[in-house]
């Protein structure tokens, strides 16, 4: 297995094996673009003979040209700042609101609240209305999130992008809620005739032709004027610039805006060809935006912009085809998803051929990755929880328990990132995508005529979870940090619209049943009745039953940490290159690290499912995966404390339902607090809300080891600073 | 002396430039080898070469008898070939004590059921109390490397290379940014290693002190071997002053060396 791994290991920030050669000389770089134009034209070619494959072709330039918006804005805001942001989708989508609001009711939409204007707007003054919103939007983000940020490590950054998209989505479904609001705003009418009989609406072409003119005033203001000078050097070295007395912060600052408003002015402008918006859809074409934006290395605004076209059309195209009768049909009607798989196909391709990374960049400052401790007091701890944890059960009412459950399928997501990006240092955004896995599997074994039943389905099922893991780690061997976030985000969307919608695979868009759990005759399903707990479901025997799985996962993590396996892994999440020369194998390390984070996602799964007596494509869907990733970091991405911590603020969790029971806060604002909490996790305190408590732990153990004085062995492996209850839990139980 | 490693013909070219050109070179068992050159020379592109972390364009490596020129670096390094960074490249997560740990356990995947359960051999606890005591760093097993001054932190990335117990080390410019005083005692640790059985092959622009530790020397210009040799022969050899000093340098230098 060690083989797969090429021998060229650069370090963060510094590849080794090739310096970069200069752009023209080096070819490589263009052969992925070509390669797919050339696909695109042969396709068009010969499609040419269908009328009506052409005209769905150029139906597709409208959404082409908000996902070349889109890759626009990626390119922008990473030249100008290098951060990958996840959030640009979110941005336009807000945008688009706004406009609507503008331009439906005369309100204008700040932040959570509509001020009314007076008469709703013509169409003009409320774009240009909107634009300038969206540009305090760029630049406040700018500001406050990622100036903050300048010298953290682009994983870092894209982290804090995905805590904007939720923030911006979570803003626009408290207002609005998510259902689609009309747009009546009308861009341009009538139809362009074309040879061949071929019938386009003019807006579709128009936006098409906009974008690229867009793209070319980008290339000529970069190419040649001081501001684009100005970004091109901050791309190299940040420190240089502000040598050669330059601001990095408004040469940023102002990369930011421009991407704001290239978004927004796309997002409104393509907004009535879809004559509604929603929170969800324009958010999630940041993926075939990425793709696109991988394209051109996330520095070229000719390719971004080609191939963010290109991915419209061609998407539209599989649309139109989908109908012919020669189309793969899943359970009578064609299979969902193909379209929205095409950005993963083209990110796996781009990154097979691209070598090197994206996201090393000089900057100022050094990057501090959160710290992961060596676990102590383990067995204590452990039994303390299991102890916490059955106590709950057996104490609480209907609704705590509800509670307590979310809380402990939620201690069991978050700890799959702990093993994953906590220790091994890979963010991936489809970890409720391999929980869905084998959330159906279990479902799928389970009922029909397989009927298996516990505890061999769920088992199936994790270790279907881990083989799709271990598949996802095999671009990660070439993919690192950003370009894996980007992966695993284009593969959660793959996933969820290929495999959890399809009809005969998992069970369409309803979702499938899981029958409640069975164990020689004892039934402990949430719904089946049971003497504890009142009668009242949830049954509390389903609850201490997933506290000892959870309890047991947690085990593992501690005793992951504590082997040799989690030194490895540490030692590959600071340094590949040093890792390698003291003989790890770093390819070995992260598919053992993918398989191990995967099998536990996919415990969380089967939990979830039988929790739920079945399971849903939302349910696993790409915004629940970014969703848990913030409250894994608000609770310490790093140790399985700020797992555990993760798990209490889960959505519907202990922590919403204390502030919903005492303090009436809606659980709608989960996500609008996971959002900030990830962001102002990121830029304050890596170490999550664990990183705090171990803080105040040390300090209290400090000042009573004062009066012992007892110096620190040598060879004792790890941190001093357990958490002074846990310290004085274990001096208790000795 | 058999050879332990040998380099034969290595070349290593970025974008059609050279960086090693048909670089010949033999370290044999048990002796101190030293590899000199300029700054830009190609001494480091030759380390990441024979390590595997740069591939090489034509030539071969042959450690221990075997070739093992298309091995990943991991695969070197427990065949026995351990390096250290000119750069300082240690695990800052983890206590010095857990950097030498890394290196010192291997294990393969389907021993991971195993290696959770499992507690630390009393021998691998020895030997990284060897490689500390070695570089003259007892004590500092639990301290985190932020926490020590520069130097202690080259001698923390020689101790992790040591602490694998290899064949052969290669130092990649060690004295590196250390002052007068550290360096000296780097000298007394080299020159300890080699009691101890252990090969060291030594890259350096410091002329000085690759001249006072090595039995062997080369001399790298320009991606090239110019000189090879025993010390007396390299401080009088032309095309190294050259290669240091500029051609018009001369003899003076070389008085002086001598």
């Given at each position: 297995m060690s083989d797969v791994v090429s021998t060229e290991i650069p370090a963060e920030g510094q590849p080794v094996g090739r310096p970069s050669a200069g752009p023209s000389l080096n070819m490589s770089r263009y052969r992925t673009p070509l390669i797919v134009a050339g696909l695109i034209l042969v396709a068009c070619a010969v499609l040419s003979t269908d009328r009506q494959a052409v005209q769905s072709v150029?139906?597709?330039?409208?959404s082409g040209a908000l996902i070349a918006a889109l890759a626009l804005g990626v390119v922008v805001s990473y030249r100008g700042s290098g951060v990958v942001n996840i959030g640009t989708g979110a941005m336009a989508?807000?945008?688009?609101?706004?406009?609507?609001?503008?331009?439906?009711?005369?309100?204008?939409?700040?932040?959570?609240?509509?001020?009314?204007?007076?008469?709703?707007?013509?169409?003009?003054?409320?774009?240009?209305?909107?634009?300038?919103?969206?540009?305090?939007?760029?630049?406040?983000?700018?500001?406050?999130?990622?100036?903050p940020l300048r010298g953290a490590s682009p994983v870092a950054k894209l982290v804090a992008s995905v805590g904007v998209l939720l923030v911006l989505q979570a803003i626009v479904v408290l207002t609005y809620e998510a259902t689609p609001i009309a747009v009546t705003a009308k861009l341009v009418s009538g139809s362009v005739h074309l040879p061949g009989d071929v019938i386009v609406a003019s807006n579709q072409l128009l936006l098409a032709g906009v974008v690229i003119i867009v793209a070319i005033a980008l290339w000529a203001i970069y190419r040649f004027t001081r501001f684009g000078l100005a970004t091109r050097a901050a791309a190299e070295d940040e420190r240089h610039l502000s040598l050669l007395g330059h601001s990095p912060t408004l040469v940023s600052g102002g990369n930011w805006v421009f991407s704001a408003m290239i978004v927004s002015l796309f997002a409104v402008l393509t907004a009535p060809i879809n004559t509604s918006i929603d929170p969800s859809t324009i958010t999630l074409l940041i993926v075939p935006a990425l793709a696109a934006a991988l394209l051109g290395r996330f520095t070229s605004f000719g390719y971004a912009v080609l191939a963010g076209l290109g991915i419209g059309m061609l998407q539209s195209l599989i649309q139109y085809l989908s109908i012919k009768p020669w189309f793969p049909q899943a359970g009578g009607a064609p299979v969902p998803g193909i379209a929205q798989s095409v950005p993963l196909v083209i990110i796996l391709v781009a990154l097979a051929f691209q070598r090197g990374g994206v996201g090393s960049r000089g900057s100022l400052g050094s990057v501090r990755l959160p710290f992961a401790p060596q676990p102590k007091y383990v067995l204590p701890k452990l039994a303390g929880g299991l102890v916490i944890g059955i106590a709950g059960f057996l104490l609480l009412g209907s609704q705590w328990r509800l509670a307590e459950t979310n809380t402990i399928v939620g201690i069991a997501i978050c700890l799959s990132f702990v093993i994953l990006t906590g220790y091994v240092g890979q963010v991936s955004l489809a970890q409720m995508a391999l929980a869905g896995v084998s959330g159906f599997t279990l479902a799928k074994l389970s009922t029909g005529a397989l009927g298996l039943g516990f505890p061999i389905a769920p088992l199936i099922g994790a270790l279907g979870a881990m083989v799709v893991g271990v598949l996802v780690a095999v671009p990660a061997l070439r993919a690192r940090g950003v370009q894996l976030a980007v992966v695993t985000l284009a593969g959660a969307v793959a996933i969820e619209n290929l495999v959890f919608t399809n009809p005969v695979w998992s069970g369409g868009l309803q979702g499938a049943s899981v029958p409640p759990p069975r164990l020689f005759g004892f039934k402990f399903g949430p719904t089946d009745p049971s003497s504890l707990g009142g009668g009242t479901i949830p049954n509390p025997w389903f609850g201490i039953f997933c506290v000892i799985i959870v309890v047991g996962i947690a085990a593992l993590a501690c005793a992951l940490r504590s082997s040799a396996w989690g030194r490895r892994m540490l030692a590959v999440r600071a340094n590949e290159r040093a890792a390698a020369a003291a003989g790890v194998s770093v390819a070995q390390t992260k598919v053992v690290a993918f398989a191990i984070s995967a099998f536990v996602a996919g415990l969380a799964g089967a939990l979830s499912g039988y929790r739920f007596g079945g399971v849903t494509p939302q349910y696993f869907g790409v915004f629940a995966s970014l969703t848990f990733l913030a409250f894994a970091y608000m609770g310490g991405i790093s140790s399985v404390t700020g797992a555990v911590i993760g798990g209490f603020l889960v959505t519907n969790g202990l922590a919403f339902t204390a502030l919903e029971q005492w303090f009436g806060l809606s659980p709608d604002y989960a996500v609008l607090v996971g959002g900030l909490g990830l962001v102002?996790?990121?830029?304050?305190?890596?170490?999550?809300?664990?990183?705090?408590?171990?803080?105040?732990?040390?300090?209290?153990?400090?000042?009573?080891?004062?009066?012992?004085?007892?110096?620190?062995?040598?060879?004792?492996?790890?941190?001093p600073g357990a958490t002074a209850v846990v310290t004085a839990f274990a001096k208790g139980s000795r | 002396m058999s050879a332990l490693l040998e380099a034969r013909g290595v070349t290593v070219s970025y974008g059609g430039v050279h960086a090693n050109k048909d670089v010949d070179l033999v370290v044999p068992e048990g002796a101190f080898v030293g590899l000199i050159g300029a700054n830009g020379a190609g001494k480091t592109t030759f380390v990441d070469a024979i390590t595997g972390f740069t591939q090489i364009a034509s030539g071969a490596i042959i450690f221990d008898g075997e070739d093992i020129s298309e091995r990943p670096p991991d695969s070197r390094a427990r065949a026995g070939l351990v390096r250290t960074f000119q750069s300082l490249e240690l695990f800052d997560d983890l206590t010095v004590w857990d950097n030498l740990l890394v290196a010192c356990e291997t294990s393969k995947w389907w021993s991971l059921p195993a290696d959770l359960v499992r507690r630390r051999s009393s021998a691998v606890d020895e030997r990284i109390h060897w490689a500390l005591a070695t570089v003259g760093l007892e004590g500092i097993g639990s301290r985190r490397p932020e926490d020590l001054s520069h130097g202690q932190r080259?001698?923390?990335?020689?101790?992790?290379?040591?602490?694998?117990?290899?064949?052969?080390?290669?130092?990649?410019?060690?004295?590196?940014?250390?002052?007068?005083?550290?360096?000296?005692?780097?000298?007394?640790v080299l020159r300890g290693l080699l009691d101890q059985g252990i090969s060291i092959f030594l890259i350096d622009h410091d002329m000085g002190l690759v001249l006072s530790v090595c039995d062997d020397i080369y001399v790298l210009d320009f991606g090239?071997?110019?000189?090879?040799?025993?010390?007396?022969?390299?401080?009088?050899?032309?095309?190294v002053i050259a290669a240091y000093l500029g051609d018009s340098a001369g003899s003076e230098v070389a008085e002086e060396l001598a």
């Open positions: 150029l139906l597709g330039a409208g989508m807000y945008s688009s609101y706004v406009f609507n609001t503008l331009n439906t009711e005369g309100s204008l939409l700040l932040i959570g609240w509509k001020i009314h204007l007076g008469a709703p707007m013509a169409f003009a003054p409320a774009l240009i209305v909107t634009l300038a919103i969206g540009a305090l939007w760029g630049a406040a983000l700018y500001l406050l999130v990622f100036a102002v996790t990121v830029i304050t305190n890596p170490d999550g809300i664990a990183g705090t408590w171990r803080q105040i732990g040390r300090k209290m153990q400090q000042r009573s080891q004062r009066s012992e004085s007892s110096p620190p062995s040598d060879g004792v492996a790890g941190e | 080259k001698l923390v990335g020689v101790a992790r290379a040591l602490a694998s117990r290899p064949k052969l080390l290669l130092l990649d410019e060690p004295a590196a940014g250390l002052d007068a005083t550290e360096s000296a005692e780097l000298h007394d090239q071997i110019v000189a090879h040799g025993d010390p007396a022969r390299i401080r009088r050899d032309p095309a």
